[in-house]
């Protein structure tokens, strides 16, 4: 959802190339010109010129009409060294120097030449056009200056955080599982012989999955800094945008420059945007410089073996299901860290971290704003506080109040609900008996697995809440008594709304596919219905397996077939409903009770749900 892809005309692609290409030769002619023809000074870029004029390391200035030459203060360089580059028409750089108290005149105008002259006209303004063009086509110019210096050298865009941005597991808060699992990655950074003298492979790939602003990003930095690593980034969305060939040689000279500086991060975010299923690309030839891009990627991963320089590749994306399975394999992402949106324990862990940055007021409390906040993640908290912090400074005064959170909160609510993410009571309310639901039925009925958590904490893209349910031991087989119970449990969330609220809302449509997926599969495809026997109606040996979808073909069936399928399907979905229903309201107490509870805590586990549903009690037939 984050990730636009602007499609571009061939023909606008072509002419940005050809621009491309031309004002690259002429920055590379203009880096040469002065050491051509004014042999002696060494030829620079004129942005390298003025960063060192702005950093106040030059000295003397002599100014021509097409050659500006130089020299460093002593301290910066040998005394004698000269320097020339080309000056770009710049009104404000007399000010500037002047600014840094740099000595500097005119030089008279030198004997030109046809040729000079004709490059002195034609140089700056082909240079202009074609950075602007390079910016254009890049989509607006999201790349920053150094894309345009690095044109004519290495192609492979690449940060290295600085020592002064120093991001360490300090700086995250509330993604504990995903620090556990990535601590070890740094462990691998710091000392990698520990573990490849005896033989263990280091892991190449660690996917960071999670929806956005959860601190995926932070978390890679936090790994570099933590190993004291250089941290290389680029981004999955930035490839989608080049011209043909430029993603794979980025790639490439990533790699390059990467492992040259190992043990280091590469970090690659919007894994999606080149990862995606190639199979998924809808007609024949898809994009073709993402696939390209794709492909590069997976060699470089191949390519460094164990023994080699330790370089561990970090991504984040959060639409893994759309990822190239190749992606995922051995050698590969095959590590994957679940980051997640915070529940309330950690929302206030968050908002601690944020509040240092802002001046608080003594009636500030953390925890009433992280209650306030489900469905936040980390960088909408890290935006409240920003926001609150704008509120106080505009109300005047000198530190953040309660009230300018509880202003900021409605801000921010109001710019999230836009993106449907965040819920209202009424809403919570809802999502809570509905998991509860599942819950308390899943417990009764065999086949499920253990219910290990529920959460009213919106997850991943879809689910408001969820009830997870871990399985006891591998299963391989299961019999009709135990699919009856899986789609009676699917059902208990939806008949939990019936019980309570006497009203059914839309929330439940995926649990109904589910368990009518699941019913049909039964009839179709497992011979579960004694009406319809053991036959196989749907096509394809696969059916039986098929774990999820179960929309496969029906065989050709007589139209009086298919309508026994249907009311046999129909007739185990609604026994199964009537099976959640009854056992909900039997323990309508016990479903008040925990609901209660988890609209206090947000989330249940362990423990705690494992004694509260050992209280629901089996139906009873009076
Ligand atoms: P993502 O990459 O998952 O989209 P980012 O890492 O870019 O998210 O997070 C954006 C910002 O939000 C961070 O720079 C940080 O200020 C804040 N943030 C997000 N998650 C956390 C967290 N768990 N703890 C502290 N700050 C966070
Ligand atoms: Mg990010
Ligand atoms: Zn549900």
């Known amino acids: 959802m984050a990730i636009k892809e602007q499609p571009k005309s061939p023909r606008f692609r072509i002419v940005a190339n050809i621009l491309l290409a031309v004002s690259g030769l002429f920055l590379l002619l203009n880096l040469f010109l002065p050491g051509l023809f004014a042999s002696g000074p060494t030829g620079v870029p004129y942005s390298l010129f003025i960063h060192q004029v702005q950093e106040g390391e030059v000295s003397r200035v002599s100014v021509g009409q097409n050659q500006i030459i130089y020299q460093l203060k002593a301290e910066n360089a040998e005394p004698a060294q000269v320097f020339a580059t080309t000056p770009i028409f710049d009104l404000e750089l007399p000010k500037l120097l002047e600014e840094k108290g740099v000595e500097f005149a005119a030089t008279p105008p030198p004997k030109n030449t046809w040729f000079t002259t004709l490059l002195s006209w034609v ?27 690095s044109i004519g050298k290495s192609k492979a865009k690449v940060y290295v955080e600085g020592e002064s941005a120093k991001i360490t597991f300090a700086d995250v808060a509330g993604v504990e599982e995903a620090k556990t699992e990535l601590v070890e990655i740094v462990d691998f950074l710091k000392t990698p012989a520990r573990f490849t003298q005896i033989g263990a492979r280091i892991p190449k790939g660690v996917l960071l999955v999670g929806p956005p602003g959860t601190g995926k990003t932070l978390l890679a930095k936090a790994v570099a800094g933590e190993a004291g690593v250089p941290f290389f980034s680029i981004s999955g969305s930035e490839f989608v945008e080049l011209f043909v060939g430029v993603g794979s040689s980025r790639v490439r ?70 990822l190239d399975p190749a992606l995922l394999r051995p050698g590969r992402f095959d590590r994957q860290v679940l980051v997640d949106r915070p ?85 919570k309310k809802i999502v809570a008996y509905h998991e509860v639901g599942h819950a308390m039925v899943g417990a009764l009925t065999t086949g499920n697995g253990r219910v290990e958590k529920i959460s009213i904490i919106p997850r991943g893209m879809a689910a408001l809440g969820y009830t997870l349910q871990l399985p006891t031991e591998d299963r391989f087989l299961m019999n009709e008594h135990e699919l009856r119970g899986q789609i009676a449990t699917l059902l208990g969330g939806r008949s939990a709304e019936e019980v309570v609220f006497n009203s059914i809302t839309t929330g439940a449509s995926n649990d109904l596919q589910r368990a009518t997926d699941l019913a049909e599969r039964m009839v179709t495809a497992y011979g579960m219905s004694k009406v319809l026997g053991p036959l196989a109606y749907q096509q394809g040996q696969q059916a039986a397996f098929l774990g999820n979808g179960g929309a496969n073909p029906r065989r050709a069936v007589s139209e009086e077939t298919s309508k026994a399928i249907d009311s046999e399907v129909k007739e185990i979905v609604e026994t199964a409903h009537e099976q959640a229903l009854e056992i909900l309201r039997q323990n309508r107490d016990l479903l008040e009770a925990i609901a209660t509870q988890l609209l206090e805590t947000e989330v249940i586990e362990g423990e705690k749900l494992h004694s509260l549903l050992s209280q629901v009690k089996p139906v009873t037939h009076s």
């Open 123 to 149: 140089i700056p303004p082909l240079i202009f056009i074609g950075i602007w063009q390079f910016f254009l086509a890049r989509g607006g110019g999201g790349g920053g200056p150094q894309g345009a210096l």
């Open 343 to 427: 529940d309330l324990s950690d929302r206030e862990a968050i908002l601690k971290i944020h509040a240092q940055k802002v001046k608080l007021g003594d009636d500030v409390n953390l925890k009433a704003i992280a209650t306030r906040t489900p469905g936040f993640a980390g960088a909408d908290l890290a935006n409240l506080v920003n926001e609150a912090a704008l509120l106080a400074a505009r109300n005047l005064r000198e530190k953040v109040a309660q009230e300018d959170f509880a202003e900021a909160i409605e801000r921010v609510v109001a710019g999230l609900e836009k993106k449907s993410r965040v819920m209202n009571e009424t809403e």
């Open 253 to 322: 000279d990533l790699f390059e420059q990467a492992k040259k500086q190992a043990p280091c991060i590469v970090f690659i975010d919007e894994l999606d945007a080149i990862g995606k299923s190639r199979s998924s690309n809808g007609f024949y030839g898809g994009n073709d410089e993402r696939e390209q891009t794709l492909n590069q990627l997976l060699t470089e991963m191949d390519g460094f073996a164990a023994g080699d320089a330790t370089v561990i590749v970090l991504a984040a994306t959060n639409r893994p299901e759309v």
